[in-house]
């Protein structure tokens, strides 16, 4: 079945670290996102691509880095320079703009 | 300017009665509009999604959402609430003439079922 795999569930990181999150997609989607989503709050943009070997930053970038290697995969950086990087983290991925996005189920980052 | 806006931040309803989760929208051009759901620790799952064929949306779970362009509206509904259905529900606008950067999320509705 196509979809779209988060990894780890769940990380925890000591202050000073950089961490990757993993993303991949099966769909053959184009374009992928990456979110952050806080307790009791939307969605946030933090970056998306929409082709391999291009992305844009999104709402919040500070303090993260991405790359687009592959179509299938679009893996997120949460480096030391973010402040407060304890979240919930959500992967998407999308046809091309006007259609509806598939979600990862997300990885929940804690920082010890 | 494209935004969304769930009306009620919580919505608590007994099982075995109609569920309303209300969403605006203010878009510019014809949008593409989305309901998501998200159980606790879950990623996001899309219930349906209206891109401008019919104006009354089924979706799984016995959802349904009617997209009213006078009153630029997207209300999601169901008939008769389930335990199961206990989550925050997300109204999601997409302006299909836009990059993907430019999709909007509501702030999400969290819908708890009385037993």
């Known amino acids: 079945d196509g979809g779209i795999t988060q990894s780890p569930k769940y990380l925890f990181r000591k202050e000073g670290q950089n961490v990757t999150l993993s993303c991949e997609q099966n769909?053959?989607?184009?374009?992928m996102y990456w979110y952050r989503q806080d307790p009791g709050q939307g969605l946030r943009l933090i970056y998306y691509?929409?082709?391999?070997?291009?992305?844009q930053k999104g709402d919040i970038a500070e303090g993260y880095s991405v790359s687009r290697e592959k179509k299938e995969s679009f893996p997120l950086t949460v480096t030391s320079a973010q402040k407060n990087p304890t979240a919930f983290y959500l992967c998407?991925?999308?046809?091309?703009?006007?259609?509806?996005?598939?979600f990862g189920s997300g990885t929940r980052l804690t920082v010890v | 300017a494209q935004s969304v806006t769930q009306l009620d931040s919580h919505v608590s309803v007994s099982e075995g009665t109609p569920v309303l989760l209300r969403c605006n929208y203010s878009?510019?051009?014809?949008?593409?509009l989305f309901w998501y759901v998200q159980h606790p620790n879950k990623g996001l799952q899309l219930l349906l999604k209206?891109?401008?064929?019919?104006?009354l949306v089924k979706g799984i779970n016995g959802f349904e959402a009617e997209f009213k362009k006078s009153e630029t509206s997207f209300h999601l509904t169901k008939p008769s609430a389930h335990m199961s259905d206990a989550a925050e529900y997300f109204c999601?606008?997409?302006?299909?003439?836009?990059?993907?950067?430019?999709?909007?999320f509501g702030s999400g509705t969290r819908l708890s079922i009385r037993p």
């Open positions: 209206y891109t401008s064929a019919a104006t």
């Open positions: 999601v606008v997409n302006p299909r003439y836009s990059s993907a950067s430019k999709i909007i």
């Open positions: 691509s929409q082709i391999v070997n291009d992305f």
């Open positions: 769909l053959n989607h184009d374009a």
């Open positions: 878009s510019s051009y014809s949008p593409s």
């Open positions: 998407a991925s999308s046809i091309g703009a006007g259609g509806g996005y598939t």
